[in-house]
């Protein structure tokens, strides 16, 4: 039975909204993990444009569960990485101008970079997974990178137009999770899964772990934390 974790991001988007206090994603995630939750997911960025130092902090000294930080493979990232010690660190590409995380890293690309990062934050105690695509050569390279997990893309599968395109990538998915778990690694999986997609997903034994923020958050907005945790644990362990 895979594991949920739950990315509270767009809880910080609110606050931000007015730079005021409220609402926390601190007490998001405690309320997140009190539903049953399995791990927190924040991604710190560059531009702080949602979650802030501050909530890093504090949710390293208050998360019970598992606290997984996405963050991009800068130097300044890593710094603070070493320093806050999350359980889990999730690289991932990332863009100043975009809404989202939009695709993968290219493992194969930065190599020489990423050789160098992960081992640093391994060294320090820190489970690293990349964030990539379901592309069987990417999670060759991770492997070749020794990274201890991979977090599978789901946004194409997400956002697939047809039943025919939603079942190719779905099958790039699976392909890629087999792969990987083959490899050695541990499979996440993540990005754009919400309450209906995760029915086609959550048949992939391979993934031990989704990482969900949006899907949740949104529908916490109108029924409340508990409850929208509650309902996606259902899907996701039913
Ligand atoms: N995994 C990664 C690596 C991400 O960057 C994000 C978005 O922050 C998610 C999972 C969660 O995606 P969503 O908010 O669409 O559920």
């Known amino acids: 039975m895979a594991r949920l974790a739950i990315n509270v991001d767009h809880v910080a988007t609110v606050r931000q909204a007015r730079r005021v206090q409220e609402p926390d994603p601190v007490t998001a995630a405690a309320l997140a993990e009190l539903a049953g939750a399995d791990g927190i997911v924040v991604h710190l960025r560059e531009d702080r444009r949602h979650i802030q130092d501050r909530d890093l902090e504090v949710l390293r000294q208050t998360v019970k569960t598992r606290l997984n930080l996405e963050m991009a493979a800068t130097e300044e990232m890593v710094r603070i990485a070493l320093k806050t010690r999350p359980h889990v660190v999730t690289l991932v590409p990332e863009k100043r101008m975009e809404l989202t ?138």
């Open 101 to 238: 995380t939009e695709g993968g890293l290219n493992v194969r690309e930065q190599k020489s970079h990423l050789q160098v990062v992960i081992p640093r934050l391994q060294d320090g105690g820190i489970i690293v997974s990349l964030f990539i695509d379901p592309d069987l050569q990417q999670v060759r390279a991770s492997q070749e990178l020794k990274t201890d997990c991979v977090e599978i893309h789901t946004g194409s599968f997400a956002e697939a137009q047809s039943p025919g395109q939603q079942e190719q990538e779905l099958n790039r998915i699976e392909e890629a999770a087999v792969l990987a778990e083959e490899l050695g690694m541990t499979v996440h999986a993540g990005h754009g899964v919400d309450y209906r997609n995760i029915l086609r997903l959550r048949d992939i034994p391979e993934i031990e772990e989704f990482s969900i923020g949006h899907a949740i958050v949104a529908r916490a907005v109108l029924v409340g934390m508990e409850r929208a945790v509650r309902d996606m644990i259902a899907l996701v362990k039913g």
